[in-house]
């Protein structure tokens, strides 16, 4: 057996910590979409989605950088803005699930889920 045949053992603490970021950065593209356009593409102000998110600065930052990496996310001076990956994301987290049974419920803004409705071409 080559050294090519060996298997490296797994990183447990690695893999969960990517899957964290992975968690974070999914919730956080679906809060930026369910937020709407701003300047014509799905953005959010990182103050308001610091806000938003309820976790600790430096999780959300972490989370961006990994979605960044991802090519879901970007990241200006004040705006984190969806990529078209991130929208796709965003569809499929559950946060935006959560928006719609709080919209079914009549919970949820007029405004969420007109966006939903169009971005995700909702039928109901």
Known sequence: MGDRD?????????????????????DLCARVLVNGRVFGQFAMLMDELLAAAGRPRAEVEAAIAWGIE???????????????AGIHVAKECSTTRAVLRRAEGGGASLGSLKVLRHECRLVH
Request: proline fraction near 6%; avoid cysteine.
């Open 70 to 84: 991802q090519g879901w996310l970007h990241h200006d001076t004040a705006y984190v803005t969806l990529r078209a």
């Open 6 to 26: 060996k298997r490296l053992p797994a990183d447990p603490e690695g893999e969960g910590e990517k899957a964290g970021f992975t968690t974070v950065a999914a």
